[in-house]
């Protein structure tokens, strides 16, 4: 049986103290927030949170929902799900990010800030096309809307884009290995050169490394490694960790 001391959790408490002070000096009461992917597991929390802890926010959630349609791989194409957002009491707008029409009903909003993590996220998608039209072509529109809004952008980019270089992990030094840590890699220049055409605008990514938690249920087979030991654990099995463990350390977030 394989042991969970062997795996490591680096985290900077230093750090992490210091991101929460900051953001908690942010009031986001009276704000009106969109969340893209609003029904998919970090989004549905990010949902939440507002609610909880700033409850004169307007919280608008954009997702297309899960449906029948499939990827190459045979997962799904969406990971949104209605059970993540039971209890939700802010507006609910069900849209797909690849559609203009779609997301022409935001135009109706005057967004303070935008959270965008509306994407393809499997790792193990290789149509390229989806995954670039998803990620890559919907972003300049997210980001037009945001600075007819002048909102405040915060996106998710993703630890994928340094794909299997050696530690640590440098800005300016990435080699993404599949089609969504490549989507990002641009993602992260689209932001960058939009930025630098409108110093006015806050736009933040942020490159997510392993994130887990509740309402990650629904991502199925694509789930964050803490929740497949947990599962395996739980139906009486030994926990199976990547060949070489020992050697491998991780961020978990």
Do not use: W
């Not at 750090?15 to 893209?36: A, G, P, R, V």
């Not at 440098?170 to 993602?187: A, H, L």
């Not at 930025?195 to 087979?221: A, H, Q, T, W």
């Amino acid at each position: 049986m394989v042991s969970l001391e062997n795996i490591s959790f680096s985290i900077d408490i230093n750090l992490l103290n210091s991101l929460n002070m900051t953001y908690s000096k942010i009031d986001f009461n009276n704000k009106t927030i969109l969340i893209t992917g609003g029904a998919g597991f970090i989004g549905s929390n990010l949902a939440f949170y507002f609610e909880d802890n700033y409850p004169q926010a307007n919280v608008v959630v954009f997702d297309c929902f899960r449906n029948e349609r499939v990827l190459s791989n045979g997962n799904p194409l969406s990971f949104g799900h209605y059970k993540n957002l039971i209890g939700f009491t802010g507006e609910v707008i069900c849209g797909n990010i690849n559609n203009k029409a779609e997301l022409a009903l935001l135009n109706d909003y005057k967004f303070d800030y935008i959270f965008h993590l509306a994407a393809i996220s499997d790792t193990r998608v290789y149509d390229q096309e989806i995954v670039m039209q998803t990620n890559v072509n919907s972003f300049y529109d997210l980001l037009d809307i945001a600075k007819n809004n002048n909102s405040v952008v915060v996106y998710a980019s993703s630890a994928a884009t340094y794909g299997n270089l050696p530690s640590p992990q440098t800005p300016g030094k990435e080699y993404p290995e599949n089609p969504y840590g490549f989507s990002k890699y641009i993602m992260d220049q689209i932001a960058c050169r939009f930025s630098k055409d409108n110093p006015e605008m806050v736009i933040s990514g942020l490159r997510y490394f392993n994130v887990y938690g509740p309402r990650e249920y629904y991502k199925g087979k694509t789930a964050s490694m803490v929740i497949q030991l947990g599962h395996q654990i739980l139906d009486g099995k030994a926990p199976r960790l990547f060949e070489g463990s020992d050697l491998i350390a991780r961020d978990f977030i």
